[in-house]
């Protein structure tokens, strides 16, 4: 069968690198290396990968400069990034997430855990409860089969993760959503992440929606639900932890 997904590796670890792509590749990927930031950016560029798997401490530029410029390509803005750290602390993930990642795994980290993120990021069906069509609420309008996003009119650009996040809550409107659902529905069955990963995630949605963001109601203590209206006291784009 030949390999209909591409994957980018990052890593200047190149042992580790290649360990990565040999896993990839016994999965049915195909997946290349590079082993700096500068050439990251060119290659996610040029090359337009499914996937890219990412390490935060690079030469050149940093994993997060390298999120962060990918996101402002228009060929690779929406491409899906798994950030790789050897810091476990709360605010390198929340600050990897901050830059463009979709997820993270903390070093050391098992090879099949990674495997799983990476088959949740690249799963084809739609998370939303319908497969195909169409999603509005209010000024929002989600096209599942095309993965495009309008919100008055205007197109939003939205990473993997964030449109289905906000696919989750207009396939539910009004009713509030936990962020383990929503981690669930988004990352996968069996994904283990931080309630803080969803939080970050709806603050970037809720800014890039500008006034209408304030339509994602944060339910304390609980999750999230999506209103046809924006509340009338906007939420806070700070990312809020379960009480």
Do not use: W
């Amino acid at each position: 069968m030949t390999p209909d997904r591409t994957v980018l590796v990052v890593e200047d670890e190149r042992d580790l690198a290649d360990l990565i792509c040999f896993n990839l590749q016994r999965g049915g990927y195909a997946a290349t290396a590079v082993y700096d930031g500068h050439a990251a950016v060119a290659a996610a560029a040029a090359n337009a990968p499914d996937l890219v798997i990412l390490d935060v401490m690079l030469p050149g530029l940093s994993g997060l400069d390298v999120a962060r410029q990918i996101r402002t390509n228009q060929r690779s803005q929406t491409v899906p990034i798994i950030m790789l750290t050897a810091r476990g602390e709360e605010a390198d993930q929340v600050a990897g997430l901050s830059a463009g990642a979709d997820d993270y795994v903390t070093k050391p980290f098992s090879m099949k855990v990674l495997m799983a993120r990476v088959a949740a990021k690249l799963r084809r069906a739609p998370v939303a409860a319908e497969p195909t069509g169409k999603l509005e609420l209010g000024p929002i309008g989600i096209d599942l089969d095309t993965h495009s996003v309008t919100c008055e009119g205007a197109a939003v650009v939205l990473t993997l993760t964030e449109f289905k996040l906000l696919a989750a809550l207009l396939a539910a409107p009004k009713r509030v959503l936990s962020r383990s659902d929503l981690i669930e529905r988004v990352m996968g069955p069996g994904i283990v992440v931080t309630t803080r990963t969803i939080d970050v995630h709806i603050a970037a949605i809720r800014k890039k929606l500008a006034h209408n963001g304030g339509m994602i109601r944060t339910i304390r203590g609980v999750g999230y639900q999506v209103m046809p209206e924006p509340a009338m006291q906007p939420e806070s784009d700070e990312p809020v932890t379960a009480d």
